[in-house]
């Protein structure tokens, strides 16, 4: 077994059921966000200029309620705690990097918080409205644009001379997937990669990833070198 290996995991639509940044702009300023997010899946504009937009619409003195609604409605994909436990087994290294939001992003994986490297965003107040404050910008070598930026976080992980295994489901996780050493893709991201030519395995749940990850026949091994433990 060896332990070079960091996964990146998205939060929004992959460890999380729903996209929960489109699901309360959705619910707190639906008439302005429907078509900002459908500009950002067709990639015409920045996810970070798109989700600042979206947020830009809804009062800050809704703060409490969007909290309280985020917080009701997030539920996780099954196997998402399981496949923390597996990379811990194995000795890998477990980030989530994710465009949503600290007040549901953290509660909802307090569980294994401790065990994990957490990377999301948050909101302030700002004359009277939501803003959006995005602590990991892009690095001199993306092209901008991502909010959250998955792509410098990667290499990172890179430059700790660790093998990427990313996993995501939608437009934020393009960039990062064209540099990852293998991805498990869903939605979105499947479709994008099948156009591209770029190598995925699919999922449904995590319990679909961790039985891919303890194959030793499995795709996966071709390109991280896993020797498994079980």
Known sequence: MISEIS???DFDGTLSLRDMVATIALEFAPHTSRPLIEAVQ???ISVREGVSEMFRNIPA???SEVVKFSRERTVLRPGAFAMVDYAMQQGWNFSV???GFDFFVRPALLPVASFIRIYCNRLREKKGMLEVVWPYGCDELCDGGCGLCKVSLLRQHQKEGRKI???GDGVTDV????LADYVFARSVLAEI???EGVPFTPYETFHDIIRALSDNAS???QYVSIQSSC
Do not use: D, F, T, W
């Open 7 to 9: 996964i990146l995991c």
């Open 97 to 99: 990097v994710s465009g």
């Open 193 to 195: 990669l099948r156009e």
């Open 219 to 221: 795709e996966v091994h």
């Open 175 to 178: 960039k990062a997937a064209r």
């Open 165 to 167: 295994l990313l996993i």
């Open 61 to 63: 003195s809704k703060y």
């Open 42 to 44: 067709a990639r015409e």
